[in-house]
Nanobody, 124 residues
Framework: QVQLVESGGGLVQTGGSLRLNCVVS????????IAWLRQAPGKEREFVAG????????GYSDFVKGRFTISRDNAKNTVYLQMNSLKPEDTAVYYC?????????????????WGQGTQVTVSS
C-alpha cells in the first residue's frame, strides 16, 4: 500500500504563488511515478504534471507550462508542485497520485493510489 497526503493549498490572488506538497509513505518511494492532477467543480479530473522514478519530468499540461514546476525530494519522500502566476481558472482541488506503468503507459485518471486532495482557490 502507498499513502499520499497533500498539503499547501489555500486562497491566493491572481498572479500569486503556492507550493503544494505530497508526502508519500508505504512502499518504496522511488518505485512509483508520481503526478499531480486537479479537478474543478463540474469538470473532469485532469493531469497537471508528473515525474517518473528517475526524477525525469514526464510532462506538463499545456495550461501550466512555464508557470508550474514539479520536483521531488527523495530524502523527504515528498513531491512538490510550485505554482506561480496563478489564474482564477487554476481554482480546483489538487490531488497527487502514484502508479507504475503498464505496457509503457499510465492512465492517470485511474491511478492506483490517491491522496485526499488540497483546495486551491485563486481570486480575481
Amino acid at each position: 500500500q502507498v499513502q499520499l497526503v497533500e498539503s499547501g493549498g489555500g486562497l491566493v490572488q491572481t498572479g500569486g504563488s503556492l507550493r503544494l506538497n505530497c508526502v508519500v509513505s508505504g512502499r518504496t518511494f522511488g518505485s512509483y511515478f508520481i503526478a499531480w492532477l486537479r479537478q474543478a467543480p463540474g469538470k473532469e479530473r485532469e493531469f497537471v504534471a508528473g515525474l517518473d522514478w528517475g526524477d525525469n519530468i514526464i510532462g506538463y499540461s499545456d495550461f501550466v507550462k512555464g508557470r508550474f514546476t514539479i520536483s521531488r525530494d527523495n530524502a523527504k519522500n515528498t513531491v512538490y508542485l510550485q505554482m506561480n502566476s496563478l489564474k482564477p481558472e487554476d481554482t480546483a482541488v489538487y490531488y497527487c497520485a502514484a502508479d507504475t506503468p503498464r505496457n509503457g503507459r499510465i492512465d492517470w485518471k485511474s491511478a492506483a493510489y490517491w491522496g485526499q486532495g488540497t483546495q486551491v482557490t485563486v481570486s480575481s
